[in-house]
Nanobody, 115 residues
């Protein structure tokens, strides 16, 4: 049974930073492409960043230069370093394979950017 658990969210002021973590069990991270997704209130869930099994990364335009995705296959973990946060980054953040597997969605972690 695959389980993905996100953590590291919170309330941060504009311009602040957070580091999200995703810990997986029942899945061998190293062979899969992984992604961070987010869903803001009233909006559809969107892919924010992804990392291939070989470490290649890709980002949506709105987070380029501010967010960094990384992975530690030995720990079955994926991370999202978020800097220079903006109010529009407020959302619930999730990790999943890329492309996402519907059965793998976890609870997510709430990120709120507000002064």
């Amino acid at each position: 049974q695959v389980q993905l658990v996100e953590s590291g969210g919170g309330l941060v002021q504009p311009g602040g930073s957070l580091r999200l973590s995703c810990a997986g069990s029942g899945i061998i991270f190293s062979i899969y492409n992984m992604g961070w997704y987010r869903q803001a209130p009233g909006k559809q869930r969107e892919l924010v960043a992804r990392i291939s099994s070989t470490g290649s990364t890709s980002y949506i335009n709105s987070v380029k230069g501010r967010f960094t995705i990384s992975r530690d296959n030995a720990k079955n973990a994926v991370y999202l370093q978020m800097n220079s946060l903006k109010p529009e980054d407020t959302a619930v953040y999730y990790c999943n394979e890329y492309p996402a597997m519907s059965a793998y969605w976890g609870q997510g972690t709430q990120v709120t950017v507000s002064s």
